[in-house]
């Protein structure tokens, strides 16, 4: 792999088909009202090029994850898997969703997503691009306020307290539900 280059900002709208100019825009706009604008990398997926920075299409995961890892600022849609490999190298993430009604992505699942990693305290959910630009600035104004302990997963305990929730429910006159629940269990344990 190549030597990871260090940059102030970080943006990643990921790799779905679905266009997300709206967060370029809003990051172009921001870029555009600095005096000395950062050193910034984009990965803009299938949207356009940002007007500023280093911009890429897509890169391989890990060279990704290094990038974030070394970002003093991390702005990412608010999929899943950008949230989760952000908080994975100890990165709390400014979230912007994607929004189904402007046929950015089909669902929204990524506004549900990013409210509950917010709520945990793994994301910034940012819906405006007023309140994007003032984040960017605060998290500029004190990155440490944006690192935590890397995130990471722990299958095993999943599937334990999946399996413990399981064993809750009591289910006795229907033998096909009580097989079900069985199954998961031990899907979930691997016991």
């Known amino acids: 792999m190549n030597e990871i280059k260090s940059y102030d900002l970080v943006v990643s709208v990921g790799t779905d088909h679905h266009l997300f100019n709206r967060l370029i825009d809003w990051i172009d706009s921001w870029a555009a009202e600095q005096s000395d604008a ?11 090029a940002a007007a500023f920075g280093t911009n890429r299409d897509r890169l391989p995961r890990a060279e990704l994850l290094e990038i974030y890892r070394n970002a003093q600022v991390v702005v990412v849609q608010g999929g899943p898997g950008s949230i989760l490999d952000v908080r994975e190298v100890g990165v709390i993430p400014l979230a912007v969703p994607r929004v189904p009604e402007l046929k950015e992505v089909v669902d929204g699942h990524q506004i549900e997503f990013t409210r509950v990693m917010a709520e945990h305290g793994n994301a910034v959910f940012v819906d405006s691009e007023d309140e994007l630009h003032r984040m960017i600035d605060e998290a500029f104004a004190n990155p440490a306020g944006f690192r935590t302990e890397p995130r990471v997963a722990a299958p095993q305990a999943a599937g334990e307290a999946l399996a413990t929730e399981l064993d809750k429910v009591r289910v006795r006159n229907d033998r096909s539900v009580r097989t079900l629940f069985r ?3 031990q899907m979930a344990t691997g016991k």
Request: hydrophobic residues 35%.
């Open 38 to 48: 950062p050193t910034a990398f984009v990965q803009h997926g299938a949207s356009r």
């Open 183 to 185: 199954k998961i269990r």
